[in-house]
């Protein structure tokens, strides 16, 4: 068995893992594409070439979530290459090329109309699996099992072939809501692995006082209290959030918890397949902003509201006719997402400006701690080797709280043992 980490073992974006059995079966576990920022400015494999050649004689592509830097290159492999995700990760996709298709329809930009309309056509080609239950590609048996990120449907994929059981965990966290199964699930279905390829992401990052999405919902709760009119800034696909937020709006009852077309969409996605598991994940009671809706901004200034917004044009225009009717004492806009996008962005800062109101910073990561990290390496207590990725090039699992015998099995580059090769470029 051979297992090639074309990306992740020295960037956080971009993740690309190979496995291939003996018998020839290979298969990609995410094809992402470089964040913003990402040490290379330009992503290599948006050259078609590097991409065909990575692609070449692969039998599968499996995407443990829907994050760009995980399934960024989606719509280019070709279509005889099955592509399997999650369910309810696929009709989040469906609905964001959705509204993406509709701007560009707007704004009648053909190649961008033509683009969209192939990526719909793509995404809904793919395959879905679900939590727990196995499928093959090849002699490659797979199995997803469910964790907690800030994707909603993330998976962690148990790889068995050749006699081995890798563990792949693709981005994941036990302080969201559902993050307390990830023990269970490790201990009950995963048991001990020859291989962990794990995230860092939070190993250069976790400063011991990572808050859950239970704090931050009560975060949300106290300035609600405080604030009658209050905008939160967040990805309409940070499920975990905004079923947290739209929990503690539901204690101020007079109050709208308010959106747009799309977020209502991504809210309908989250309560089909969410909701029947927990009361938590039903947002069916959103109301839908418009400039006609006079009866809704009445009510609104009235009352006041809890909305959900994002930086595009629409947006832009709404918080213009609304900030004209709102006391900015009684006013704040919550800033709930990665604090490095505002830093890198003017365009953001100038729409957070745009508020006229105090600003607070109200976010948790999506990513496992270093007590999370460690607990998933004694776990699994891998037989062969942890192979670390989606981290900074700086950041050192050594620095690991655990045993000793478990640091002597952290591959960094080649490494060939047990039967099983190992490369990390
Ligand atoms: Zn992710």
């Known amino acids: 068995m051979k297992i090639l980490i074309h990306r992740g073992a020295n960037q956080i974006g971009g993740c690309i893992t190979e496995i291939q059995s003996a018998a020839g079966t290979r298969i990609l576990i995410d094809l992402g594409h470089n964040l913003p920022g990402e040490s290379e400015t ?28 995980h399934l960024g290159f989606f719509d280019r492999v070709p279509a005889d290459v ?16 959705d509204e993406s298709l509709n701007k560009a329809i707007r704004a009648k930009r053909k190649p961008l109309i033509e683009e969209f ?41 148990l790889i068995e072939c050749d006699g081995k059981r890798v563990l792949h965990t693709g981005d994941l966290r036990e302080h969201g809501f559902l993050g307390k199964g990830l023990e269970k699930t490790l201990k009950k279905h995963v048991g001990q692995v020859d291989v962990l390829i794990t995230e860092g ?8 006082h990572t808050k859950t999405e239970s704090e931050i919902q009560a975060d949300m709760s106290a300035l609600m209290a405080q604030y009658r009119n209050v905008f939160v800034l967040c990805s309409s696909t940070n499920f975990d959030r905004l079923a947290g937020l739209h929990k503690a709006n539901a204690r101020f009852r007079s109050r709208p918890f308010v959106c747009d077309v799309y977020q209502n969409e991504q809210f309908k996605t989250l309560t089909k397949y969410s909701g029947q598991h ?30 959900v917004v994002r930086d595009n044009p629409t947006f832009r225009k709404w918080i213009a006719y609304l900030t ?10 919550v800033y709930s997402q990665y604090k490095g996008y505002l830093e890198q962005q003017e365009r953001l800062q100038e729409f957070v400006r745009m508020f006229g109101c105090r600003v607070e910073y109200v976010h948790t990561s999506g990513h ?31 620095t690991l709280d655990i045993p000793k015998d478990l640091k002597a099995r952290i591959v960094d580059g080649f490494c060939c043992k047990d039967g099983v090769e190992m490369e990390l470029s």
């Open 368 to 398: 496992a701690t270093r007590k999370t990290l460690a607990k998933i390496c004694t776990l699994t207590n891998p037989t062969t080797a942890i192979i670390p990725i989606h981290k900074d090039a700086e950041a050192d699992f050594l």
């Open 42 to 69: 330009l992503d290599k494999f948006d050259d078609p070439s590097n991409l065909s050649a990575l692609l070449e004689g692969v039998s599968a592509v499996i995407y443990t979530h829907n994050h760009g830097d």
């Open 117 to 157: 309309v192939n990526k719909a056509v793509k995404i809904k080609s793919f395959c879905t699996y679900a939590s727990g239950r196995p499928f093959s590609v090849g002699d490659i048996s797979i199995t997803p099992y469910f964790v907690s990120h800030s994707a909603a449907d993330s998976h962690m994929l």
């Open 278 to 307: 927990s009361d938590l994940y039903v947002i069916d009671d959103a109301a839908v902003m418009s400039l006609r809706k006079v009866n809704l901004h009445k009510r609104m200034v009235e009352k006041g509201f809890t909305m």
């Open 201 to 208: 992401t939070m190993l250069s990052r976790d400063d011991g």
């Open 82 to 97: 099955p592509q399997y995700i999650g369910e309810m990760s696929r009709e989040v996709m469906c609905n964001i090329l």
């Open 324 to 333: 004209l009717m709102l006391d900015p004492s009684q006013t704040v806009l």
